[in-house]
């Protein structure tokens, strides 16, 4: 059954984008720093109190490097999403980050074999559809939100260079981490769920001591994990769906990666409700639409 623990990781990502916009400080140059690092510290705490004292799992530590491929592709793609952000807004590159899921399910597809009968395989491509029209449609209520408060952005950020190469950057690199994930753990089964995830947190773990250590050190910059209530419930939300995640991915990658992929409608969701943000009708009609496709990759969950 991977249908539930997907649509989990939907509404756990969902949420966790909510929180990482409430945390996102533009008046603090180390914000992403703060946040990643965030993310790692729960991550690791989730490893040790939930897989080592809870479970009692022994973890074998020769798979952190033999997971490493997949860690690095997620944990780049991040790294490359926030840096972009120096050049471009959400709304431009979401068009094209969001389209990883539908590069993880072709490589799958052509590379792995993989196969969806004639229902799912239009389910995806709804959902697929569905989350580039929903950017889209961001991007123009962002455009005139933009024009009726009288401001511009400057057309480098826009259509340069370095504005578009992020998002395309992301959109592949976490495509193939997607991709990776269900080679490990699907078709080939390298090895189980837990140590997989365990591999992930664990790195993760270890890249924000570094960060922690690089901020307070070299920087002098202070962190306050305790202070950073939005970032920490981020970093929670997150953890949580990482945790589903690779349960569905190692039973149905071809189909749970666009699925996952459309967990922006749960924080646009949450962006109307708690941050009051405005969506216009044709955004509720997209969001119905995925919605459907939801539904039904569930009535053909099996």
Same mark, same amino acid.
């Given at each position: 059954?991977?249908?539930?623990?997907?649509?989990?990781?939907?509404?756990?990502?969902?949420?966790?984008?909510?929180? @990482?916009?409430? &945390?996102?400080?533009?008046?603090?140059?180390?914000?992403?720093?703060?946040?990643?690092?965030?993310?790692?510290?729960?991550? #690791?705490?989730?490893?040790?109190? @939930?897989?080592?004292?809870?479970?009692?799992?022994? @973890?074998?530590?020769?798979?952190?490097?033999?997971?490493?491929?997949?860690?690095?592709?997620?944990?780049?793609?991040?790294?490359? &999403?926030?840096?972009?952000?120096?050049?471009?807004?959400?709304?431009?590159?979401?068009?094209?980050?969001?389209?990883?899921?539908?590069?993880?399910?072709?490589?799958?597809?052509?590379?792995?074999?993989?196969?969806?009968?004639?229902?799912?395989?239009?389910?995806?491509?709804?959902? $697929?559809?569905?989350?580039?029209?929903? $950017?889209?449609?961001?991007?123009?209520?962002?455009?005139?939100?933009?024009?009726?408060?009288?401001?511009?952005?400057?057309?480098?950020?826009?259509? &340069?260079?370095?504005?578009?190469?992020?998002?395309?950057?992301?959109?592949?690199?976490?495509?193939? #981490?997607?991709?990776?994930?269900?080679?490990?753990?699907?078709?080939?089964?390298?090895?189980?769920?837990?140590?997989?995830?365990?591999?992930?947190?664990?790195?993760?773990?270890?890249?924000?001591?570094?960060?922690?250590?690089?901020?307070?050190?070299?920087?002098?910059?202070?962190?306050?994990?305790?202070?950073?209530?939005?970032?920490?419930?981020?970093?929670?939300?997150?953890?949580?769906?990482?945790?589903?995640?690779?349960?569905?991915?190692?039973?149905?990658?071809?189909?749970?990666?666009?699925?996952?992929?459309?967990?922006?409608?749960? $924080?646009?969701?949450?962006?109307?409700?708690?941050?009051?943000?405005?969506?216009?009708?044709?955004?509720?009609?997209?969001?119905?639409?995925?919605?459907?496709?939801?539904?039904?990759?569930?009535?053909?969950?099996?």
């Amino acid at each position: 059954m991977w249908f539930l623990p997907a649509l989990i990781t939907v509404l756990a990502w969902g949420t966790a984008d909510l929180f @990482y916009k409430k &945390g996102n400080n533009p008046k603090d140059r180390f914000t992403a720093t703060k946040t990643t690092i965030m993310v790692g510290l729960v991550m #690791g705490l989730h490893v040790l109190f @939930y897989y080592v004292m809870y479970e009692g799992i022994a @973890y074998d530590w020769k798979n952190l490097l033999l997971y490493l491929p997949v860690s690095s592709m997620y944990i780049l793609s991040m790294t490359v &999403g926030y840096f972009g952000l120096r050049y471009i807004e959400v709304s431009i590159s979401s068009p094209v980050s969001n389209s990883s899921g539908a590069v993880s399910a072709l490589l799958t597809f052509f590379l792995l074999g993989g196969t969806m009968n004639g229902m799912q395989f239009a389910a995806v491509a709804i959902i $697929s559809f569905g989350i580039l029209l929903l $950017s889209v449609f961001e991007k123009q209520e962002f455009d005139r939100e933009l024009k009726e408060e009288g401001q511009v952005i400057e057309r480098k950020y826009r259509i &340069g260079a370095a504005a578009i190469i992020f998002p395309l950057l992301y959109s592949l690199i976490d495509g193939l #981490g997607t991709f990776l994930d269900g080679y490990y753990l699907e078709f080939k089964q390298i090895m189980p769920e837990d140590q997989a995830n365990m591999s992930y947190e664990l790195t993760f773990f270890i890249i924000a001591l570094v960060l922690w250590a690089y901020l307070e050190l070299v920087k002098k910059e202070p962190v306050l994990v305790f202070s950073e209530r939005d970032k920490g419930l981020a970093a929670l939300f997150e953890t949580v769906g990482q945790f589903f995640y690779v349960g569905a991915i190692a039973s149905n990658a071809i189909v749970v990666a666009p699925m996952i992929a459309s967990y922006s409608i749960v $924080s646009v969701l949450l962006g109307r409700v708690f941050l009051k943000e405005k969506l216009s009708g044709k955004q509720y009609a997209v969001i119905l639409i995925i919605m459907v496709g939801i539904a039904i990759l569930g009535f053909y969950d099996g």
